[in-house]
T-cell receptor
Framework: EPEVTQTPSHQVTQMGQEVILRCVPI?????FYWYRQILGQKVEFLVS????????KSEIFDDQFSVERPDGSNFTLKIRSTKLEDSAMYFC????????????????FGEGSRLTVL | DAKTTQPTSMDCAEGRAANLPCNHS???????VYWYRQIHSQGPQYIIH???NNETNEMASLIITEDRKSSTLILPHATLRDTAVYYC?????????????FGQGTILTVHP
């Protein structure tokens, strides 16, 4: 079964450093997302991306964050200058299209990248 | 998106049906009910979604009340691998671009 893959599985970085988290969505999917989950807390929406531009973003997704689809397969989340509070599990997700028909409603999530900021 | 209310935790015996309730009394006419689960710290996994009719797939059944103010996710024969956090999410679909609002969910523990 096709799956969303994320790398790295765990990254440790120093505060102030730039981090890039990578995702390979399922190949025929058109909508891409990043979510995060701070340890012990809820899963939170960060951003959605379609047709090479951001469709929607949350208040968390400030100027320190950016997303990019540099080629036909990768989808990246960059944190420009990490803070301690950025420590979390980051989940990439994708789906064919966002809609209401049967399988369209299903977001496929990756296994996550754990970011630890020291 | 409408707010949802779920019990914090539930237990179920292996092989029995697990019935997970969700209250969404402020749901509006264009909002769908989605269920996802998260096993340990893995990525959330889609289970099922519906608008007003009951739905069934290979994983579960979704029963939505006629007034749409509440729903129940049914895992017909729970296994130990169904131990997870189950999230009931209300979302308007088309225009919200996959922005799912996760709550705290229900921690389902399936025991032997």
């Amino acid at each position: 079964e096709p799956e969303v893959t994320q790398t790295p599985s765990h990254q440790v970085t120093q505060m102030g450093q730039e981090v890039i988290l990578r995702c390979v969505p399922i190949s025929n999917h058109l909508y891409f997302y990043w979510y995060r989950q701070i340890l012990g807390q809820k899963v939170e929406f960060l951003v959605s991306f379609y047709n090479n531009e951001i469709s929607e973003k949350s208040e968390i997704f400030d100027d320190q964050f950016s997303v990019e689809r540099p080629d036909g397969s990768n989808f990246t989340l960059k944190i420009r200058s990490t803070k301690l509070e950025d420590s979390a599990m980051y989940f990439c997700a994708s789906n064919v299209r966002w809609g209401t028909l049967a399988k369209d409603g299903e977001l496929f999530f990756g296994e996550g990248s754990r970011l630890t900021v020291l | 998106d409408a707010k949802t209310t779920q019990p914090t935790s539930m237990d179920c015996a292996e092989g029995r049906a697990a019935n997970l309730p969700c209250n969404h009394s402020t749901i509006s006419g264009n909002e769908y009910v989605y269920w996802y689960r998260q096993i340990h710290s893995q990525g959330p996994q889609y289970i099922i979604h519906g608008l007003k009719n009951n739905e069934t797939n290979e994983m579960a059944s979704l029963i939505i009340t006629e007034d749409r103010k509440s729903s129940t996710l049914i895992l017909p024969h729970a296994t130990l691998r169904d131990t997870a956090v189950y999230y009931c999410i209300v979302n308007a679909g088309g225009t919200s671009y996959g922005k799912l609002t996760f709550g705290q969910g229900t921690i389902l523990t399936v025991h032997p």
